[in-house]
């Protein structure tokens, strides 16, 4: 099993920044990929950033260039650079991870943004 704890959310002001982290615990192993969703308020659930254990990237285009994935092997955490934020990047951020063919998800963080 594997535990994921996100934290690092909260109230920020329109273009204001905040930084996700998420912190792997349990049988790490065999990490293949990792990734942010978010859900905001009466929405699905949505694709924000993943990264391939070979560091590969993908971002949703409402987020390129603002939003920077990035993880630290040694700590077993993984980072989610949220830069130029507005009310719309308002959710509850979510990190998963892929072991093998499992795929693990945190309980979320969330994150507002408003003045």
């Known amino acids: 099993q594997v535990q994921l704890v996100e934290s690092g959310g909260g109230l920020v002001q329109p273009g204001g920044s905040l930084r996700l982290s998420c912190a792997a615990s349990?049988?790490?192993?065999?990490?293949?990929?990792m990734g942010w969703y978010r859900q905001a308020p009466g929405k699905q659930r949505e694709l924000v950033a993943t990264?391939?254990?070979?560091?590969?990237?993908i971002y949703a285009d409402s987020v390129k260039g603002r939003f920077t994935i990035s993880r630290d092997r040694a700590k077993n955490t993984v980072y989610l650079q949220m830069n130029s934020l507005t009310p719309e990047d308002t959710a509850t951020y979510y990190c998963?991870?892929?072991?093998?063919?499992?795929?693990?998800w945190g309980k979320g963080t969330l994150v507002t943004v408003s003045s």
């Open positions: 349990g049988s790490i192993s065999n990490i293949y990929a």
């Open positions: 998963t991870e892929r072991y093998g063919n499992m795929d693990y």
């Open positions: 990264m391939t254990i070979g560091g590969i990237t």
